[in-house]
């Protein structure tokens, strides 16, 4: 399908008098050219497969006629049309010439140069202006999130770009390895109009495990001309805004049984095989926001509660890290959580501004704290934002230390240190149509001092 983009030429050769700034030119002009040249737009963006179309200006620097040769210099596959390559230029006078410039398909959109040449005949001189062009995909996934419906249900939200100028019509899916493949409402193509943007809600087919980290591949088929693909880590860890916080009493009972995280064999770590049945350590872990706080709420069974409160590090506790700049060459924060002779213990580089309740139950502890989003070191979050975030609970018993992890935490192997809580409004997630916010389109980079805003698939 080739594309064409609107420019009126009014004319082919037009003799004219008047002069182009330095900045319409972009020229190598050589001492002594009889001929000046410059290019209207000076700079491109196009697509694959799209004719664009762009006017060289040729000036007549001397006093006699110009017999007046054009050439282009393209990448491979390039094709360059001129509506005319030889003419006359009178003296002192100028020329307009259309030239469509034919994008191949290409699947490189690193930028690329196309230069013109303008020389009279009998001069050995010339002028040369280059062209820089940008070459864009037709849609462009600007970022792959997790995010939930109002039931709590995991989605993924699909924000897109359309590049050209015409509406398209697409279908798009994310596809995890071993796992649930996520896709439109409808069977039927959606339509993107020309130069819009719009973010899609995808449902999954199959079940989605909320605490493991998904290798995800996004593709995007434009009806009729081919697919963009983009790949990355995705996971499903909610947590829900609340309109009033919890009590932080260490009773979970306020918190409601949405969004529970069931952290199981696949996270247990030390000790694996004097684990004495769910009895000896279990635990889950609910998160809720609000705009000052993330809190977490775990509930953890363990038939022997073992912590002096002196070495709290050496005994039972909740430890949750998150990422960023810790003590010495360590490359995340953290915080520890104890609960000691009935009184709650703190401990780490994430303490300011919590506040903290732990309590003993018939099966084991309870563990409910507020973080500031300032502490974690994010100063903005929103809807959909992502916090990475990683649980330890550690167990200490006759039969030797085990624990239970949500993901690995700073020490951890690279791309498995953090999962990512997805802050999620209780509103139905419905597909949006607008133009890409500024904080879409560095989707997966936070800025220092805020959430991330997607998790980009590179």
Not at 208 to 226: H, K, S, W
Not at 350 to 356: N, P, V, Y
Not at 438 to 458: F, S, Y
Request: charged share 20%; net charge neutral; with cysteine.
């Amino acid at each position: 399908m080739r594309r064409t983009t609107p420019l009126v030429v009014a004319f082919l050769v037009l003799c004219c008098t008047c002069q182009w700034s330095a900045a319409q030119r972009r020229g190598r002009r050589s001492a002594g050219a009889a001929v000046e040249l410059a290019i209207s737009p000076t700079a491109l963006e196009v697509v694959p497969k799209q004719v664009a179309q762009v006017v060289l200006q040729v000036r007549n620097m001397s006093a006699s006629n110009g017999n007046v040769s054009l050439s282009a210099t393209a990448p491979p596959g390039w094709r360059v049309q001129f509506e005319q390559q030889q003419f006359i230029v009178q003296p002192y006078q100028s020329a307009q010439i259309a030239v469509l410039i034919d994008v191949p398909d290409v699947t490189d959109y690193s930028p690329v140069i196309v230069s013109f040449r303008a020389v009279a005949r009998g001069s050995r001189v010339g002028d040369v202006v280059d062209l820089p062009v940008a070459v864009l995909k037709p849609v462009e996934i600007v970022s792959v999130l997790p995010a939930f419906d109002a039931g709590g249900n995991p989605l993924v939200a699909l924000s897109l770009k359309n590049n050209l100028s015409l509406a398209l019509r697409l279908t798009a899916q994310v596809r995890c390895t071993d796992g649930p493949t996520f896709r439109l409402p409808t069977q039927a193509p959606v339509a993107l109009r020309a130069r819009g943007a719009v973010t899609l809600p995808l449902e999954p087919a199959g079940q989605v495990d909320p605490v493991r980290l998904y290798e995800a591949e996004a593709r995007v088929t434009i009806e009729g001309d081919g697919s963009v693909v983009v790949n990355g880590p995705l996971n499903f860890t909610p947590g829900f805004c609340v309109a009033a916080p919890p009590t932080i009493d260490g009773d979970l009972s306020d918190w409601g049984e949405r969004g529970t995280l069931k952290l199981r064999d696949q996270w247990r770590v030390l000790g694996r095989a004097d684990l004495n049945g769910d009895s000896d350590l279990l635990a889950t872990a609910r998160f809720r926001w609000d705009r000052q706080n993330l809190y977490v709420g775990i509930d953890v069974t363990d038939n022997e509660h073992l912590q002096d409160g002196a070495q709290a590090a050496r005994g039972d506790y909740v430890s949750i890290a998150t990422a960023g700049s810790g003590k010495g060459t360590q490359t995340g924060r953290a915080l520890l959580l104890a609960l000691a002779d009935g009184k709650p213990v703190t401990g780490g580089d994430l303490t300011r501004g919590i506040e903290f309740a732990a309590k003993q139950t018939e099966i084991g502890v309870t563990y409910e704290v507020a973080i500031p989003f300032t502490t974690l070191g994010l100063t903005k979050v929103t809807d959909r934002s992502l916090v990475p975030l990683a649980l330890t609970v550690n167990d200490v018993d006759k039969t030797g230390q085990k624990a239970i992890r949500y993901f690995e935490g700073p020490k951890g192997k690279p791309g498995a240190q953090y999962g990512f809580v997805t802050l999620t409004a209780s509103t139905t997630f419905q597909a949006i149509e607008g133009e890409v916010l500024e904080e879409d389109k560095g989707a997966g980079k936070a800025k220092e001092g805020e959430a991330v805003q997607g998790e980009t698939l590179e």
